[in-house]
């Protein structure tokens, strides 16, 4: 059974010290949000969480396996190295959707996130460690059928990406609004859903329906695990099996994650 | 007049290294991916330029006042540094949207984005010194009105971002169908449109479009000059003209982008 | 009781890469380098260990508390990441120097550092989880009393370097040639000191040593812990208790290191 | 004629802020430490000047061809992302000695490395545009003959690296009281020498020296140029020289640095 631990990490008035005293040069704006990404990534990343950089300023993160003191260390080492905090809030529950409602709600009961006065603050509702199973996480893996043959090498630049952005959207809004999931795009023509357990008729349908709507033609590999790292390297083998035997839909056996750790 | 030179970014090959000989962890290339591009926002932005992450994999720079040395030695500094290499294609003409078809069609006659033996390619038509003028660059700079208090603080987090990547996907369209602008999502609630020289006029449609369609309320600043970061220096300091005297366009008097070199 | 676990990472054939086929920009070749210790350092950080950089291609890491599944992670993600791989041997012992011998030969045994074929060697000799033990680490925390305003305010940037250096390298070789500690600068006026279990004396007699030898004074705060986080953390503390107390060496209490975790 | 340029940068009041309001995690510290200077190196090293860690919180650059707002920008880029502030002082003389001298008297003057409230501050004497000249730097780069065979792979790591670092330290206080020459450790068993106009047989005596006092045999290729890239490069192919002609000391022929631009 799926138990979806999502994080929510929000930038404390970033906004508003973005343009104070003066509008501060993008480039470095540009560098600072992504450098706090490759940072934050890299630290969830090494207990086997995952996160996505979504709006940058807010960022949603899939950490089963992280614990309070876990966020507590990656809020102090962003107070310790960036002009800026970061607050957290952090839930549990079936759905990847329902689990960030309580997380913003959380976070949203602490303060605007332009109160001048908020600072990394920590709302917290981890899984406990005894509670935890090999299967709380399930991840799909999208990419785009011949992406690089039909876009990258025929279409101009930003024809390609506004092709694959509009595809991108489409699949988010419907497997948000249908099944509680969570969808990212996280480079290329590379998508992945953060979802609850959703057996493949449910993605066959998913991907039938972006097809048909905006032509763009989507293959996925879905896993499960213990973690992020594990769902979602399960994952992407299935959506190997895709590319070798060209299929659409395939959904990695269990516990068949081509990693032998969490 | 507007001159824009544009330069399309592309990581060589990238898409097989990703899965060879194994999928590699998400985590990693995510890592990978950003701090690619904070290296290259950094490099360019040292030189005045602008640099927008699109998919990572494929990134497009705004680089008026960059030449082609400047071009090889940010390509030798990613060789030295990373475990792949990138190419490059860079070309002017007065929309960007045309700029871009010229550089993509430029690197797409040297190879397929997934040729193995395409390494580190040059193609370039820089604008040489002497042609280049104090309004070469004109970049708006958007964001959505209220945003902190009518989506981030009110709505959940993942809700919020998709109304905000509706919005950008429908002024990323139609800026680019009906205007020939490359309009960039930069995190946050904002968004920088790299434009031939367009008026006001046209920005007040374009947001009454927008604000029609998904109900997503905007407000834009307009500036330019030599560089993208006089151009964008200048769209910043007029949007928070629009922010003090809650109007929706405003565009910058020349030569007043609140800077003293380029 | 000390037990040490020592870890030393080694860039593989990284001398002959640095010239092949034309030397490579030494700027990139310093960043590269310093970004391949950022990395790994919070890497290692993540898990509560220490890594110093000595000599950028040869670094050395202070790893209680990391297993062989941690090493091998890291490893995979600096290939993942970089054009360079890292070769790493784990020694355990009372002294560090000794777990730092046993891990060196471990790996001169796999090839040599500008072997052509050698490359992500791990040799490992972990400590079990259920041996490990409150105060398998003692870490000493060194600086030089009153620095900015004897050297910083009043001396040539580079002399006051020179001084610092030259203060530096005695107390790194008396300690290793006497006591069997490893020391290693960490910027400003700091040095740390990764011993066996050596008591107050020891060090009052070594800043004697250094204070008579080349009149660099030096004060010391000593911590033990599970881990080097925290007897890092238990040393800095009792650091700060010299600089109240003006006294030149102090120790922290058992567990006493501010912190509650690992 | 040499004139080198020489830039100090310090962290502004850096010390206490590592232990206000507690002593902060080191792992933080290193890693806060080691990314400002990837990123100085790199902004520096993008205008063709070259920047040496030294104490981390004091580095010192070479900075011939970076004007005054070069620094301001580079200053401008540390405020907007971290969560501290340098100071810069720039100075120019016909040995880096002088420069360096001149430009901490600068810095100094303008309060102490730990005066709370000097911020930013840029204190700077650059060179002219048209007063520089085709080999205004010149650079001596060493590095220890058959490291790896008699050290690396024979050797204790940390033995070692205590060698390298006698060698080292005898070196740069060779050279800064005989020749006001700075020298700079820079990995590996590689230094590097900022210096006057030298002549062979300084470094031939130099070499010489190091051998018979500390028993560490030294090669070196010497380059001269317009900045520390051009100058640097030269030095490095030289270097190439010895290594394949079995020579102690090479200088390059002028303008014989491998590369076309600045």
């Given at each position: 059974m799926v138990r979806t631990q999502i994080t929510l990490v929000q930038i404390d008035n970033y906004g508003p010290w973005t343009v104070t005293p003066e509008p501060r040069c993008e480039a470095d704006l540009q560098t600072l949000q992504a450098q706090l990404y490759v940072d934050l990534v890299q630290l969830v990343g090494s207990q086997s969480g995952y996160l996505f950089y979504t709006r940058f300023d807010n960022m949603i993160g899939l950490t089963n396996g992280l614990d309070r003191d876990d966020h507590t260390r990656i809020q102090d080492s962003v107070r310790n190295r960036y002009p800026i905090s970061v607050s957290m809030s952090v839930a549990t529950a079936q759905t990847p959707k329902e689990a960030l409602s309580i997380a913003t709600d959380g976070l949203q009961k602490t303060g605007?996130?332009?109160?001048?006065?908020?600072?990394s603050v920590l709302y917290s509702e981890v899984i406990d460690t005894d509670e935890r199973?090999?299967?709380?996480v399930e991840i799909a893996h999208f990419d785009v059928i011949d992406a690089t043959r039909q876009?990258?090498?025929?279409?101009?630049a930003f024809d390609a990406f506004l092709r694959i952005m509009r595809g991108y959207l489409l699949l988010a809004e419907y497997l948000y609004d249908n099944h509680a999931a969570l969808t990212f795009f996280?480079?290329?023509d590379n998508m992945i859903t953060v979802s609850p357990?959703?057996?493949?008729e449910v993605y066959q349908r998913t991907i039938n329906h972006v097809d048909e709507t905006v032509g763009i033609p989507l293959q996925v590999g879905i896993g499960q695990g213990p973690t992020a790292r594990r769902a979602g390297m399960a994952a992407k083998h299935a959506l190997e099996t895709c590319r070798q035997h060209d299929t659409r839909v395939e959904e990695a056996a269990a516990n068949h994650d081509g990693t032998t750790s969490n």
């Open positions: 605007s996130a332009q109160d001048e006065t908020r600072r199973t090999a299967d709380d876009y990258t090498d025929e279409l101009d996280i480079g290329g357990d959703l057996g493949e």
